[in-house]
Structure formats: structure tokens, C-alpha cells
């Protein structure tokens, strides 16, 4: 099932003026600096279907922005958030794509600094609830609604078993857990929503994993 | 869990609860929230239903395209006149929906129902059916459980996303969740709260989704009065104890399959329908600044 909670359905609480344009693409920018991790110097957004015809009376690009700078679906800042990405030098570009995705509102985030950059896929499926279904090149599917960890590993036996036990030692419960990868024994991702909140603890100890090259930890 | 709307009656008249406590019942055992945690948080989304509410019906809103605002309130200086033809509870809760819906529109606050360019139907029935039934702040919370339980099987059975299945998807779907919660409200059994959600369904098949300039303001403010109406009219058949030939579950499905069938120009891009007349392309020239020609 898609949606799992009744506050899927009466909720979220949100500035206008659309559940799946507005409330949906802050959460999709939202969810793209989470995985980032700091404030970006960039955001190159593009536009797919419903999203690329209609984003401009939908809000969706103040929204996506506004959720870039991590503020929640309420946040009235949302109204201003192209004018306060310019006054907090994060340079923003937005495209309108022609092409056919499997999902009607779609939009590509590419987010990063001079560091280094991230790229995530994410669709609006309506109501606000979105899902995440690529990162960096690798389809996934992530909710944002639970705690998560992304963990970027080498495709090799064994990778699931020492992240699963290190997480079974410290009473963590794995919700769903999905892994995928581009080339047979190269670089792969496990996606796994957890009922508890991972501690720094936990995550210097999954990085310490021979096999591991990069753990994010998703908050609730 | 209950997968469909016969499951969910059935787990409500075995348990002999409201439907409203199986939605409790399930959202505790899924999230591992208490009682107390899972009505409190509702208790914060009746408070924003209910300030947009107020909102709309007594500040002069106004979108930043113009195109929508002070409609709901329009409608309260009418009420009071005394000379509404379709009675006072009935455009009140018109009023109210579209109140919501222009607050929505102006960027405002409000709280998705089961999507934001359909919040006005569900509180808008809400705060009209107070005056008449009193219930206390408890059972207007109740009513918003109901009202996501049936949205909840729609959600996961169908859609609930105009760019997926057009607005019977969205209007349709918080007109037909209304209609059961104002059943469940008035003291109806939750089968026939079921009967009142099929009938009001029934009778938003096929709407599309059509926005005049991508805009969630024409035709959506007034598809929600329409919608708050259709919700009340239902609930009353179904109390009346008329049945639904067809059943709730095959309605929801009925609405699915239509939206599969429905052109993208109809499904939220601003291509087909009312979007596409000469007004409405007339009226996004002028709110977008690009000539008509380039259209």
C-alpha cells in the first residue's frame, strides 16, 4: 500500500496552493538536501509532465526551493524562498522538460557545491506524499515518510549481512529495505527505512565496514 | 488493516465501533503512536481547517492572479439576507468549502483533504453540519478519521492526484469521503456511511482535471461548493436509506479505471477543457505576460 497513514490523507498541513505541486515539491527539495547534507551553492531542477506545464501557477517553484532550504511544507517562507535563495547565494536554474516519465510530476534536483554535487529523482503521487525513485543514477524507492539510511557500498557478498547485523546489535528494526546497483560488482545502494533514529554511533560503525563508502542517514 | 471499504464496514459493524475508531485503531498500530498522540495531531489539523475557515469567510482573500477570493464570504452576506432558495446549512457549508479553497489559492494555510485544491469539502460539510448537530470537539475529530478512512481506500485503491486521474480523483474523492463522515456524524450506521460515499462518487465520475492557467483556483473553488453540496445531498439519501446499486468498492474502482482512460490534456496540464477555452487562454496570456500566439 501507498499510503500508510491517515495523515497521508487528512494532512499535511501546507501553504497552497496544491497538495501535489506545492506540499509534494518542497518535500522532493526537502528530501534532496537531507541527502545532501548543508546548504548548496547550486540547484539545477527540472520539470517533467504536469510539473513542467503548470509549475509556475502551482507554486512548485518557490516550493522546491523552499524545500532546498529545508523548510517544511507550513513554512510561510515558502512564498519568498527564490528571493531568499538569491540573498543566501545559492545560484538557482530550472528547466522545462518534453520528455515522457513514468510518472506525471517529476522532477530532477541537482544539487551540490564546489565539495561535490547529488542528483535525485522524485515524483509527487498525490495528497503530498511523494517518493524518491532515483539517487545519483540508481532507482530507488524512498518515501521520506521514516528514518532512513542510504548506504553506497561494492557490490559483494556480504555487504547486507554486516550492515544488518551492526543494525540487530543495536535494537534497530528494518521497515523496508531495497538495494540496487548499475553494474554487476561495482558500485551498488541499500535503501533502508528503520523504525528508530540511527546514532552517530551506529553510522561511524556502518563506515568502518571495509565494503562500505558512504553511509547518509535520512531523518523522520 | 483494511484493504477496501467492505473490509473497513465489516471490521466496524463486527467490532460494533465507528468507523472513525477502526482509523484510530490502525493508524496506532501502524505508527506505534498512542491514543492520545494520534487524535491530538487530527486535533491540530481541525485547528488549521478551522482558522482557513474563518478566514475565508471574513477577510477579503485574493489570490495573486485575481482570479479567486471573497466568494465564501459573498456568500455569507447572502445567507444573511434570508432569501437563499437552496437553504442556509446547504450554503453554508458552500460557503465554507470555497472560503478554504480561496485561502488555499492565496498561498494561505490550510490542511490537504485529501489533497490541497480539494480541502474545501470535508471541513466546509464540518463547520456548516456544527450549527445543526452541536457535536462536540471530540466527534468533529472523529469526523475527520472517517473521512480519511474512506480517502485512505481511494488513495491506495485509485487515486487521489488530479495528474493522475483527473478531479473526480481529488473532488470526487473528498466529496465522497465528506458524504460518509456526515452520515457516520448524524448517527447513520457505516454501512450505509458506505452507500453515502458510492452515491456521492458516482456523481463526480469522470470530472477532469482542467485548471485555467495551471492555477488551483478556476474551476477548482467552485468544484468544491459543488462538491460540499453533492456531499450533503448523498448523506441525506443514504440516511434516507437509499442503497447504491453499485457497490462502494466497485464505484472507487469504476473512478480508477476512468482516470487510466483520460487524456493527459485533462489530467492537471492546463491543455484541455476549461484551460483551453478562449477565456481561459485569454486570462493566462494576461496572468503569465506571454502573447496568445505563442500559446
Do not use: W
Not at chain 2, 453540519?129 to 466527534?139: A, D
Not at chain 2, 474502482?253 to 476549461?274: F, N, V
Request: proline fraction near 3%.
Amino acid at each position: 500500500m501507498k499510503y500508510k497513514s491517515v495523515f497521508d490523507i487528512i494532512g499535511p498541513i501546507m501553504i497552497g496552493p496544491s497538495s501535489s505541486h506545492t506540499a509534494g515539491a518542497a518535500r522532493i527539495g526537502r528530501v534532496a538536501r537531507h541527502l545532501f547534507g548543508r546548504k548548496p551553492e547550486f540547484a539545477k531542477i527540472s520539470f517533467y509532465g504536469s510539473f513542467a506545464k503548470t509549475y509556475r501557477g502551482h507554486g512548485t517553484d518557490v516550493a522546491i526551493v523552499g524545500g532546498i532550504l529545508d523548510y517544511d511544507t507550513f513554512d510561510t517562507r515558502i512564498v519568498d524562498a527564490l528571493t531568499i535563495a538569491k540573498q543566501e547565494g545559492i545560484e538557482v536554474s530550472m528547466t522545462e522538460e518534453d520528455a515522457v516519465t513514468d510518472h506525471p510530476n517529476t522532477a530532477r534536483v541537482i544539487i551540490g557545491d564546489k565539495e561535490g554535487q547529488i542528483e535525485v529523482v522524485g515524483i509527487s503521487i498525490g495528497g503530498g506524499k511523494i517518493e524518491i525513485t532515483e539517487l545519483n543514477g540508481f532507482s530507488l524507492r524512498l518515501s521520506g515518510n521514516h528514518p532512513a539510511l542510504l548506504i553506497v557500498h561494492n557490490d559483494k557478498y556480504g555487504a547486507i549481512a554486516g550492515v544488518a547485523n551492526i543494525l540487530a546489535k543495536h535494537e534497530i528494526n528494518i521497515g523496508h529495505m531495497e538495494v540496487s546497483r548499475k553494474e554487476k560488482g561495482k558500485e551498488a545502494l541499500m535503501v533502508i527505512e528503520i523504525d528508530q533514529n540511527a546514532d552517530e554511533v551506529i553510522i561511524n560503525e556502518l563506515n568502518s565496514l571495509p565494503i562500505v563508502q558512504q553511509v547518509v542517514k535520512i531523518h523522520d | 488493516m483494511f484493504r477496501n471499504v467492505a473490509e473497513l464496514i465489516e471490521l466496524a459493524e463486527s467490532k460494533k465501533c465507528k468507523i472513525a475508531d477502526i482509523m484510530i485503531e490502525q493508524e496506532m498500530e501502524v505508527t506505534g503512536r498512542s491514543r492520545e498522540e494520534v487524535t491530538s495531531f487530527m486535533d491540530r489539523n481541525l485547528t488549521v481547517m478551522e482558522e482557513a475557515v474563518l478566514r475565508g469567510i471574513t477577510e477579503d482573500v485574493k489570490s495573486h492572479s485575481g482570479l479567486t477570493g471573497g466568494d465564501g464570504k459573498l456568500l455569507q452576506e447572502y445567507i444573511k439576507s434570508g432569501k437563499s432558495l437552496s437553504g442556509d446549512l446547504m450554503l453554508d457549508a458552500v460557503s465554507k468549502a470555497m472560503a478554504t479553497n480561496e485561502v488555499n489559492a492565496a498561498m494561505g494555510t490550510i490542511c490537504a483533504t485529501p489533497t490541497a485544491g480539494s480541502a474545501g469539502v470535508v471541513p466546509g460539510t464540518l463547520f456548516a453540519l456544527k450549527g445543526k448537530l452541536n457535536p462536540t470537539r471530540e466527534q468533529m475529530i472523529e469526523y475527520l478519521f472517517t473521512a480519511g478512512a474512506f480517502g485512505f481506500v481511494v488513495a491506495n485503491n485509485a487515486s487521489i492526484s488530479g495528474a493522475a486521474g483527473g478531479c473526480q480523483a481529488e473532488v470526487g474523492s473528498a466529496t465522497g469521503m465528506a458524504a460518509a463522515a456526515i452520515v457516520e456524524l448524524a448517527g447513520g450506521t457505516p454501512s450505509q456511511a458506505a452507500e453515502a460515499m458510492a452515491i456521492a462518487l458516482k456523481n463526480m465520475l469522470g470530472l477532469v482535471c482542467d485548471p485555467v492557467a495551471g492555477l488551483v483556483e478556476v474551476p477548482c473553488v467552485k468544484r468544491n461548493a459543488m462538491g460540499a453540496s453533492n456531499a450533503i445531498v448523498a448523506a441525506d439519501m443514504a440516511l434516507a436509506g437509499i442503497v447504491s446499486r453499485i457497490p462502494c468498492d466497485e464505484v472507487i474502482d469504476a473512478m480508477y479505471k476512468i482516470g487510466l482512460s483520460m487524456p493527459s490534456a485533462l489530467r492537471e496540464t492546463a491543455q484541455g477543457g476549461l484551460a483551453a477555452t478562449p477565456t481561459g487562454r485569454e486570462l493566462e496570456a494576461k496572468i503569465f505576460g506571454i502573447p496568445l500566439n505563442e500559446k
